[in-house]
């Protein structure tokens, strides 16, 4: 069941540098997506979230995209800092307030000095 | 800051014993969910709960698992016989219930790790 596919299983950027990091899915039925960052051995944190009927959202340094039409979306940080290093999650969603979350593989984000 | 809490961190257990691992969501959360990590692969949802009942429950729980909310404030996951192939990373999540949006972000628990031998 490959759903929510996350292709790069890791990124490294330089700080102040761009990180992107891309997602795609395949059931159109999705309508809620979700970035989730994980530190090891902890549990995964929300970051930002982008309804289906938008095509981006920001908060402060991290900006999300989606791409209906291709099934894709994309979490934008800038400019990125060594405590961004960490697995980051893309998740989707049904409609509804208590819909699963189904996750993609993750993608460790190394941001050097 | 409100935050999702769960014991314990680390859970070892021989194979064919029950286990049971506690959650304490966010006071003010509605919804109620178990997800788990196997090593190496990605989260995968269980089960999510909603006023004293299961809402949904994927293919992997199976009569061997159960959730019960026993008290206003814990949620447990309880595995009636453990099997080698159990051992993951467990993580508990709530949403809160508001009305008026569309959806409800999930906030995850640190996790337990279950190691079955």
């Known amino acids: 069941d490959q759903q929510v596919k996350q292709n790069s299983p890791s990124l490294s950027v330089q700080e102040g540098r761009i990180s992107i990091l891309n997602c795609d899915y395949t059931?159109?039925?999705?309508?809620?997506f979700l970035w989730y960052k994980k530190y090891p051995a902890e549990g995964p944190t929300f970051l930002i979230s982008i309804s289906s009927i938008k095509d981006k959202n920001e908060d402060g340094r991290f900006t999300v995209f989606l791409n209906k039409s291709a099934k894709h979306l994309s979490l934008h940080i800038v400019p990125s800092q060594p405590g961004d290093s960490a697995v980051y999650f893309c998740?989707?969603?049904?409609?509804?307030?208590?819909?699963?979350?189904?996750f993609g593989t993750g993608t460790r984000l190394q941001v050097t000095l | 800051e409100p935050e999702v809490t769960q014991t314990p961190s680390h859970q070892v257990t021989q194979m064919g014993q029950e286990v049971i691992l506690r959650c304490v969501p966010i006071s003010n959360h509605l919804y109620f969910y178990w997800y788990r990590q196997i090593l190496g692969q990605k989260v995968e949802f269980l089960v999510s709960f909603y006023n004293n009942e299961i809402s949904e429950k994927s293919e992997i729980f199976d009569d061997q698992f159960s959730v019960e909310r026993p008290d206003g404030s814990n949620f447990t996951l309880k595995i009636r016989s453990t099997k080698l192939e159990d051992s993951a990373m467990y993580f508990c999540a709530s949403s809160e219930d508001t009305r008026d949006r569309v959806y409800n972000e999930q906030f995850f628990g640190p996790g337990t790790r279950l190691t079955v031998l």
């Open positions: 998740a989707a969603s049904g409609s509804g307030t208590a819909s699963k979350l189904t």
């Open positions: 059931n159109s039925m999705f309508d809620y």
